[in-house]
């Protein structure tokens, strides 16, 4: 039981540094949209109208929030696969 459990974390881990890998290049992506933001100019820029510019907004924030939102799934991903390995364990050593 003890190699299936370790088998299980291996692949977890696997897992989980698959996920952070995908997550980081998400957050170069957050990052370099940011500094573009961070870059354009204050007075009178040209986006092509009002319309332009809330559809740059809304890129944007679209990304953050889906980077955000895939933290919060890895998260929650990790605290399953540990909880499971947690109680299996716990029921290990009750026997």
């Not at 698959?18 to 290049?25: E, G, H, K, S």
């Given at each position: 039981?003890?190699?299936?459990?370790?088998?299980?974390?291996?692949?977890?881990?696997?897992?989980?540094e698959?996920?952070?890998?995908?997550?980081?290049?998400e957050?170069?992506?957050?990052?370099?949209?940011?500094?573009?933001?961070?870059?354009?100019?204050?007075?009178?820029?040209?986006?092509?109208?009002f319309?332009?510019?809330?559809?740059?907004?809304?890129?944007?924030?679209?990304?953050?929030?889906?980077?955000?939102?895939?933290?919060?799934?890895?998260?929650?991903?990790?605290?399953?696969g540990?909880?499971?390995?947690?109680?299996?364990?716990?029921?290990?050593?009750?026997?």
């Open positions: 039981m003890q190699n299936k459990l370790t088998k299980v974390l291996q692949h977890m881990a696997h897992t989980h698959q996920m952070a890998r995908i997550l980081d290049a957050r170069h992506v957050a990052v370099r949209m940011s500094q573009i933001v961070h870059d354009l100019p204050d007075a009178e820029p040209d986006f092509g109208g319309s332009g510019l809330v559809e740059s907004h809304g890129q944007v924030n679209k990304n953050i929030i889906a980077y955000l939102n895939a933290i919060a799934d890895l998260e929650e991903a990790m605290a399953e540990v909880g499971r390995v947690i109680k299996e364990l716990s029921g290990q050593e009750e026997e």
